[in-house]
């Protein structure tokens, strides 16, 4: 399993590239195949989202809408009470195939989640 996600591993942080430009998306980090992506309003200047957008929240369920799993982390990581993000945690029998279409697909969920 380890040999795999090594393999695995500079797949997804190449795929993740196109996240990472997102205008939402403030950082991206993580280690393996487990990842965190911060949701920001304004990417310059990294500014969270108003709290109550949930904005986290609903993209985790946007892309459960599309057939992908992920973790809306807990709100308030800034200051307890704001600051949005998810967490990615592919399993390790994942294809490249998979993570393209998976990191496809989050983009919309991050899209639709972001201009509600």
């Given at each position: 399993?380890?040999?795999?996600?090594r393999?695995?591993?500079?797949?997804l942080?190449?795929r993740l590239?196109a996240?990472?430009e997102?205008?939402?998306?403030?950082?991206?980090r993580?280690?393996?195949l487990?990842?965190?992506?911060?949701?920001?309003a304004?990417?310059?200047t990294?500014t969270?989202?108003p709290a109550?957008?949930?904005?986290g929240?609903r993209a985790?369920q946007?892309?459960?809408?599309r057939?992908?799993l992920v973790?809306?982390?807990q709100?308030?990581?800034?200051?307890?009470?704001?600051g949005?993000?998810?967490?990615l945690?592919p399993p390790?029998?994942?294809t490249?195939?998979q993570?393209?279409?998976?990191l496809?697909?989050l983009?919309?969920a991050?899209?639709?989640?972001?201009?509600?």
């Amino acid at each position: 399993l380890f040999e795999r996600v090594r393999t695995l591993e500079p797949v997804l942080a190449e795929r993740l590239e196109a996240i990472r430009e997102h205008a939402h998306v403030g950082e991206v980090r993580g280690k393996g195949l487990l990842v965190g992506i911060e949701l920001v309003a304004d990417k310059g200047t990294k500014t969270p989202f108003p709290a109550e957008r949930n904005v986290g929240r609903r993209a985790a369920q946007e892309a459960k809408k599309r057939g992908l799993l992920v973790l809306a982390g807990q709100p308030g990581l800034i200051d307890g009470v704001m600051g949005d993000h998810l967490l990615l945690a592919p399993p390790f029998v994942v294809t490249e195939g998979q993570l393209a279409e998976g990191l496809g697909l989050l983009r919309e969920a991050i899209d639709a989640a972001c201009a509600a």
